[in-house]
């Protein structure tokens, strides 16, 4: 039953509940405030506090922190979590005062902390907390209690407990490796167990790839919805994870939450609950996961940028040596696996007279030119292909799907265009530079290495020929 608004003078008399186990401690606080112009209602323990406050909501709340049973860092958080009580300022009381005792205080929820030992002062902080209360909940959402306080206290414990496992297990998933394909597939892992979707995805800004689960069938029309919901465009690469564990049927209104860190917005994620929509655990689970993710993508992004420039030749953008070899590794990996034959030929080129260049015009000319060089080989390159600076003026294209006439037909093409190009350098913008290109072809047994040596041994020919010429290795291999 709600207790009725007490006035002294015409002015509205604020009421206290103080809860404090000892019954001598409780009357001497009782006392203060009452001298102090409060209206004060007693509780012996936190059960029944929280009883009375939901029953009939006071204006400020002062409890003593450690109390046998239902201690006030429980009172706190339960009336944090109820509608009716969770604007309410609380005040919390210890006869310690040390970092955990402030710490428990400040996790609870509370508005501040007095000291035993500082009780003068607790009038004066609960006008203060008075003055700057928590913000009303609507008065639609304040709904009854329903079971006991024990049980809903035990509620929230299981929630507690449900998110403190959620989120060690996402900050968990970060692998070594920084892959965020790994990412996503121990995160569906996770999803899968806890949420009944249609699909569930996570969508990177930085790299603009979305990582997709959903059972193979209607796939195409089910990534559609999933980019339409989560605002991605179709230029965004998709990396599909197919498997019977997705629900079968089209699921109701997808849910999308912003994965953000410090304001910045990192991606997004989301699924597609049941047709009847999503449960509060499952609700619960995407908004830890949204605030989770935060600390993994933002190391895969780190952890990617480290590799990035682990990889890429600092002067002209492209792959580095090392780089290369790893791609050509990977492309080999990859047709093995796969068992799929596919041609690839290999064109190492050489700036014709480039030392000239430098001793004429400066490094910085020099500089200028190989920068050149490195927009127009990635102008000419397919996506397939893979462009790296070898060293110094040598540049090296692997031409996936291309056998030996092909590439030596991309090879003369290629000749031609540098021929063609004009550098502006310094006070000329007319400097024509030439380049001779060895081409090889690599064997199904054939070695990266040894395809690369004779590459280098029919641009050595090349160059001995009398330069800005093609020259190819007509040798197979083992």
Known sequence: MLGFEKTIGGLLVKRVLLVEDSKVTRNVIAQRLRDAGFRVDEASHGIEAAEQALASPPDVVVTDLWMPGFSGVQLCRLLRAEPVTAHLPVLVLSGTDDRKTRFWVRTAGANGFVAKSEIAELAGRIHQAL??????????????????????????????????????????????????????????????????????????????????????????????????????????????????????????????????????????VAFAPEAQGASKD?????????RELAGPIQSIELFQALRRIAATDPLTGLMNRRAFLEAMSRERERAIR???????????????????????????????????????????ARKSDFVARWGGEEFVMALAG??????????????????ATKHAVGKTDDLVVTASIGVAMMSEKMTIDHAIALADEALYKAKNSGRNRVEVSKIEGP
Not at 402 to 419: F, K, N, S
């Open 131 to 268: 003055a700057d209360p928590r913000p009303l909940p609507p008065t639609s959402v304040r709904t009854p209690l329903f079971g006991s306080v024990l049980d809903r206290m035990s509620q929230l414990l299981d929630e507690a407990l449900f998110s403190s496992v959620i989120s060690a297990d996402i900050a968990a998933m970060l692998t070594a490796d920084g892959n965020a394909a790994t990412l996503f597939e121990s995160l569906t892992n996770l999803a899968s167990e806890v949420v009944a979707y249609e699909w569930f995805a996570l969508y990177f800004d930085s790299t603009s790839e979305l990582f997709f689960h959903c059972r193979s069938n209607a796939m195409a029309e089910r990534e559609a919805r999933a980019r339409q919901a989560m605002s991605i465009s179709s230029v965004a690469t998709c990396f599909s994870q197919n498997d019977d564990r997705p629900l079968d049927v089209r699921g109701g209104k997808p849910i999308v939450r912003a994965v953000t860190l410090h304001g910045k917005e990192l991606g997004r």
């Open 282 to 290: 499952e609700l619960r689970f995407l908004k830890i996961a949204s």
């Open 338 to 380: 796969q068992h799929v034959a596919v041609p690839l030929s290999v064109l190492l080129l050489d700036l014709d007279h480039f030392k000239g260049i430098n001793d004429a015009l400066g490094h910085g000319a020099g500089d200028t030119v190989l920068r050149g060089m490195a927009q127009l080989l990635l102008a000419f």
């Open 402 to 419: 291309a056998d030996l006439d092909g590439a030596v037909l991309a090879a003369e093409r290629l000749r031609g265009c540098i021929e």
